[in-house]
């Protein structure tokens, strides 16, 4: 077998049924598994599973065992020559895979590979690519210098900077969301360090593969779209454990010192301060119009009765879709992507294209009743069942 995705879910159904949707699609033409573990979840993710995904390898796990532990369970199971990491809150394009595996196939000494995320709004992900973050890089991101000094590789190592969003290359870390490399390294690196809840788990196995030698990638000729925020309510809980994520790397992986572990405390505590309040809900304005691009009519009525506003319903060419959607940039509309009408790809694409604040996107994704979305990576996405 070429190839188990491994994903991790707690209590985003939706997104998960989404994300699942998308890999069968990336898959097909792939000797592939899916296997999810499910960390007690208890927003009938399971019973969804068990309904629409019959095929897919569950894993039910009896209590919330953290990100590590949970995907060391799923890899255990695994039975390809490559393993994918992927977080629940995300959307594969069809060729997502078959892109990597080639890329993987030609590389010496391969270690993790990572790829182009955006957010649901569009955004690059700064996170897809990073250096590690020795005490003086981390004293970098903390007090913003990577954004003061971008092009200068003593203040721009946290995100890679040197490396463009849309430039193949070397990297130290990568994120957890999308971690691809082969099960015998993994297994090899004894998966994530269990104790780590999560957070500094991905950093911690990104280094670990470059302590064995192993050279890591940032792929950007694929994108994935991640929903952040979804499976973390950024809360006082959140900012425990964050600080605790780097206190366990630090001592782990660099000496102690007195001023270094003050610095820290006070470094950790002020970034996952402000991460908290950046998750904090706002309220958003209603967009003034929704924008359904689709072929189903019928559907179309059903959505402008639950949206409880006009929808405006396009006929456009699939392959004049990204031009057409261009007459929208700056208005405040909602655009809503029909998957089955739209591929994945496609999706990703038009919301990369059209990143405008003033622009939001959902997706309807094919055999399902709600469209969904998010308009901030620091707050939780939106699900509208359609009635």
């Known amino acids: 077998m070429q190839l188990s995705v491994v994903i991790l879910n707690y209590n985003v159904r939706y997104f998960l049924e989404q994300c699942l949707l998308s890999v069968q699609e990336a898959i097909a033409a792939i000797d592939a598994e899916i296997i999810v573990v499910d960390n007690y979840s208890l927003d009938e993710s399971v019973l969804m599973l068990k309904e629409k995904f019959p095929d897919v390898k569950l894993i039910e796990n009896k209590e919330n065992f953290g990100f590590p532990k949970g995907n060391n369970i799923g890899v255990r199971q695994a039975k390809g020559k490559y393993i994918c990491i992927l977080n629940p809150d995300t959307v594969v394009a069809e060729d997502t895979f078959t892109k990597i595996l080639a890329f ?141 994520a780097m206190n366990f790397f630090y001592q782990k992986h660099f000496k102690k010192s007195l001023f270094f572990s003050f610095f820290i405390q006070i470094g950790t505590w002020f970034f996952s301060f402000a991460k908290m309040f950046q998750g904090k809900a706002r309220i958003n304005p209603n967009p003034e119009s929704y924008v359904f691009y689709s072929l189903n009519e019928d559907l179309s009525q059903k959505l402008a009765l639950t949206l409880k506003n006009k929808v405006q319903f396009l006929k456009i060419p699939k392959e004049k879709m990204v031009n057409s959607c261009l007459i929208f940039k700056g208005k405040k509309v909602e655009i809503i992507l029909d998957n089955q009408y739209i591929s994945f790809k496609k999706c990703i694409e038009i919301i990369e294209t059209l990143k405008d604040k003033s622009i939001t996107f959902k997706i309807l994704p094919k055999k399902t009743h709600f469209v969904i979305g998010s308009d901030s990576r620091n707050e939780r996405g939106q699900i509208v069942k359609i009635e």
Not at 109 to 134: A, H, M, Q, W, Y
Not at 160 to 180: C, P, R, S, Y
Not at 216 to 229: A, D, I, M, P, S
Request: aromatic share 16%; glycine share 8%; proline share 3%.
């Open 104 to 244: 993987a196939e030609r590389q010496n000494n391969l270690g993790i590979v990572g790829c182009k995320l955006i957010d649901g709004t569009g955004e690059f992900l700064p996170e897809s690519k990073r250096g590690i973050p020795t005490p003086w890089v981390a004293f970098t991101k903390i007090f913003g210098l990577y954004k003061i000094f971008p092009k200068t590789k003593l203040f721009n190592q946290y995100y890679a900077q040197h490396l463009k969003e849309n430039e193949t290359g070397k990297v130290d870390i990568l994120v957890g969301a999308f971690m691809f490399l082969e099960r015998n390294l993994y297994e090899d690196l004894n998966g994530f360090d269990e104790n780590c809840f999560m957070y500094a788990d991905d950093i911690d196995l990104s280094f670990r593969a470059l302590q064995k030698k192993k050279t890591n990638y940032y792929f950007h000729e694929t994108t994935v779209l991640h929903y952040k925020g979804e499976s973390t309510v950024k809360d006082e809980k959140y900012m425990m454990r964050f600080q605790e």
